[in-house]
T-cell receptor, first 115, second 114 residues
Framework: DAGVTQSPTHLIKTRGQHVTLRCSPISGHKSVSWYQQVLGQGPQFIFQYYEKEERGRGNFPDRFSARQFPNYSSELNVNALLLGDSALYLC??????????????FGPGTRLTVL | AQSVSQHNHHVILSEAASLELGCNYSYGGTVNLFWYVQYPGQHLQLLLKYFSGDPLVKGIKGFEAEFIKSKFSFNLRKPSVQWSDTAEYFCAVNFGNAGNMLTFGGGTRLMVKP
């Protein structure tokens, strides 16, 4: 079975630009979460979507937005990129999104570099 | 504020040495606890998890962890490490009032010398 897939693998942008990152969950999983992992730190929660609705949002500015599509894939959008947005962006999927009893499966991540 | 801390940022061990990585969290309510591992060049993988029941849980590759509620701790252990255990280890906590959101510790980078 295919795991969580993310695209692109790597991305280089300049300050002020916009970026869209994509995630496809494991088949049958209806919840997708996004995390930001800055070099040398643990992943930090950005968003969770379940059944196409936002179920949780971390402490990130409004420049960050996301959505989930009817096929449960998801996009993370970041506007007006700053140097500090350089990080590995991780997508995780789980069967359900309503409790913490669901194991989350992580994708390989998208490495974003902002110059 | 709810937080997770891993006190050891870098650990260097020789093969066959025993391993214990600390993880503490700050929250008085119900928690679900996880340890993830990130091998070089690979994505995060679940080592083990604790939801309820026996506080000593066993995971993959010979790892185990013990939940001590009174100490708000969930330490990871392995009796004898191998060179292939070289990786970064993350403790993650789902706080009971936070849906399925995970709060991660800062990670511990383990290097095992052959």
């Amino acid at each position: 079975d295919a795991g969580v897939t993310q695209s692109p693998t790597h991305l280089i942008k300049t300050r002020g630009q916009h970026v869209t990152l994509r995630c496809s969950p494991i088949s049958g999983h209806k919840s997708v979460s996004w995390y930001q992992q800055v070099l040398g730190q643990g992943p930090q929660f950005i968003f969770q979507y379940y059944e196409k609705e936002e179920r949780g949002r971390g402490n990130f500015p409004d420049r960050f937005s996301a959505r989930q599509f009817p096929n449960y894939s998801s996009e993370l959008n970041v506007n007006a990129l700053l140097l500090g947005d350089s990080a590995l962006y991780l997508c995780a999927s789980s069967l359900s999104g309503t409790s913490g009893y669901n194991e989350q499966f992580f994708g390989p991540g998208t490495r974003l570099t902002v110059l | 504020a709810q937080s997770v801390s891993q006190h050891n940022h870098h650990v260097i061990l020789s093969e066959a040495a025993s391993l214990e990585l600390g993880c503490n969290y700050s929250y008085g309510g119900t928690v679900n606890l996880f340890w993830y591992v990130q091998y070089p060049g690979q994505h995060l993988q679940l080592l083990l998890k604790y939801f309820s029941g026996d506080p000593l849980v066993k995971g993959i590759k010979g790892f185990e962890a013990e939940f001590i509620k009174s100490k708000f701790s969930f330490n990871l252990r392995k009796p004898s490490v191998q060179w292939s255990d070289t990786a970064e280890y993350f403790c993650a906590v789902n706080f009971g009032n936070a849906g399925n959101m995970l709060t991660f510790g800062g990670g511990t980078r383990l290097m095992v010398k052959p």
